[in-house]
């Protein structure tokens, strides 16, 4: 099993920067790819951003040059640092974990809101 838990989210006006933590706990060195997704009312779960153990990372067009991912493989935690943020960026940003056992994990959720 492996416990995810978010801090980093919270209330930002249009244009400034938030910064996203995810701590895995648990059986946490079973972890492969890590990355963060978004959800809207009445959306599905987008992915945001995600990271292999060696750095390699993925992004979704709408946040590219403005989003970055990261990972300290050490203590099994990936950030997101959101620049340039959007009123459209506001979402409940939820931390997500791949296994090398081919299970997935998901945080709790931490609400991000952009105000225009």
Do not use: H
């Not at 895995?24 to 995600?50: C, H």
């Not at 409940?92 to 299970?103: F, N, P, S």
């Amino acid at each position: 099993q492996v416990l995810l838990v978010e801090s980093g989210g919270g209330l930002v006006q249009a244009g400034g920067s938030l910064r996203l933590s995810c701590a895995a706990s648990g059986s946490r060195f079973s972890i492969n790819d890590m990355g963060w997704y978004r959800q809207t009312p009445g959306k599905q779960r987008e992915l945001v951003a995600l990271i292999t153990p060696g750095g390699r990372t993925n992004y979704a067009d709408s946040v590219k040059g403005r989003f970055t991912i990261s990972r300290d493989n050490a203590k099994i935690t990936v950030y997101l640092q959101m620049n340039s943020l959007k009123p459209e960026d506001t979402a409940v940003y939820y931390c997500y974990a791949y296994t090398w056992t081919r299970q997935d994990y998901w945080g709790q959720g931490t609400q991000v809101t952009v105000s225009s």
